[in-house]
């Protein structure tokens, strides 16, 4: 039996990257996962190559279309995962995005964008998981992608630092609201991670004139990681099936940092 064996999951933002490592942990543990991302084509082949593994150790997989800042699709999202499983257990808010822009060349647009994603997203998220937790009267879990920008500013990306904060706050008043129907809400941020989220964000910042060549990014970065490397999405896993399982069952309203040591706090 895995950690989270019979559990229900949903994992926004699952078509790749920290997504759909996470999606794939679960399984591994014996979890039910829907794989929930904007980008249809590609959501459903993760779904497609992880199905015949999750039958084969009696758990379940499915997929949805989802934009996050859409509430409508979110609830279609939530209606889906419980048709296919009969419950939801835990909701890993993951969807986000990024485009750096220097400080003082950041429009309405891009910051309206990044929000929304990550900020809305992260909103209308919690809200929907909690109205079907409550529902069942089963209580759950929701967990939160955060990251070190959530606790610290960097000039080329403010409208992400911005978001991220807010989902740490998001975190922090869910917790405080939902507590009383047996629902926790946590949160992990991750540092550098070797995404397609951070290989665009490479060739975006040589954009703006930020970097002078490929990868200059992460090695800058990189060089104020303690543990001497960047992420994959696999270190951060363990930490997600953690808050998934009922190992975590008395923590809410934390951010996990996941950073190899580059942000104290």
């Known amino acids: 039996m895995g950690r989270v064996s019979g559990r229900s999951c949903i994992?926004?933002?699952a078509a790749q990257g920290i997504g759909r490592?996470?999606?794939e942990a679960l399984l591994n543990e014996g979890a039910d996962v829907c794989f929930a991302d904007i980008n249809s084509d590609k959501v459903s082949q993760v779904a497609a190559e992880n199905r015949a593994r999750a039958e084969a150790?009696?758990?379940k997989v499915t997929h949805s279309r989802v934009d996050v800042t859409d509430r409508a699709a979110v609830r279609a999202m939530t209606?889906?995962?419980?048709s296919v499983f009969g419950k939801l257990d835990v909701q890993f808010n993951n969807a986000g995005v990024n485009k750096p822009m220097n400080f003082l060349d950041v429009t309405e647009e891009n910051w309206k964008f990044i929000m929304g994603v990550n900020g809305l997203g992260c909103m209308i998220g919690i809200q929907e998981a909690a109205r079907q937790m409550i529902a069942q009267g089963t209580g759950g879990k929701i967990i939160?992608?955060?990251?070190?920008a959530s606790r610290q500013g960097f000039d080329n990306v403010a409208p992400y630092c911005a978001s991220k904060s807010a989902v740490v706050s998001l975190t922090q008043s869910g917790a405080r609201d939902l507590a009383k129907h047996n629902i926790t809400v946590t949160g992990f941020a991750p540092g550098v991670v070797a995404t397609e989220m951070w290989e665009q964000v490479d060739k975006d910042l040589m954009d703006i004139g930020?970097?002078?060549r490929p990868g200059q990014a992460m090695e800058e970065?990189?060089?104020e990681i303690l543990r001497g490397r960047v992420a994959t999405p696999e270190d951060i896993t363990g930490t997600t099936t953690f808050l998934a399982s009922e190992d975590s069952d008395y923590m809410t309203g934390q951010i996990v940092m996941i950073d190899g040591g580059m942000t104290l706090v």
Do not use: L
């Open 11 to 13: 994992v926004t933002g």
């Open 21 to 23: 490592a996470i999606g």
């Open 57 to 59: 150790s009696g758990a």
């Open 79 to 82: 209606d889906h995962a419980v």
């Open 144 to 148: 939160n992608t955060a990251s070190i």
């Open 210 to 212: 930020a970097s002078d």
């Open 221 to 223: 970065f990189s060089s």
